[in-house]
């Protein structure tokens, strides 16, 4: 997945490349970016329970998480609520990896249409259970 983002991202500069989630930390500490595409292909979880320590480590990097297939709603939003910026399924790079490197280094979220509707629904729904309570 890191040589296909290298040769989409080939016109952008790229500050560096990590090869693990310690790559990244030494990254973010190195070069504070404006954006980091964190593989989260092997292992969602893991790369959730990294999200809160990269945002401490660089509040200004927008983060994106690069996955296999589309995130479930729950996921998603997990991964938001913990410092990512977008999610991006690896069949989608060709297409969207650039626009949404300069989404994020704008500081504008990065997230599927689809998802974003069930985000609203899920959000809502939770605001109307927190009413209730």
Known sequence: MRLRCQTILAE???????????????????HRPSVLLLDAVRSPRRALGI?????????GTGVVLLGRRRPSTALLLEAVRRGAWGHLAER????????????????????PRRLSAAIVAELTKRGHAEERN
């Open 12 to 30: 952008q500069r790229i500050a560096s490349r990590g090869a693990s989630l310690t790559g990244a930390h030494r990254a973010l500490r190195r």
């Open 51 to 59: 999200l809160p320590a990269l945002k401490r480590l660089s509040p």
């Open 92 to 111: 989608d790079l060709s297409r969207d990896l650039p626009k949404a490197v300069r989404m994020v280094a704008a500081r504008q979220s990065w997230l």
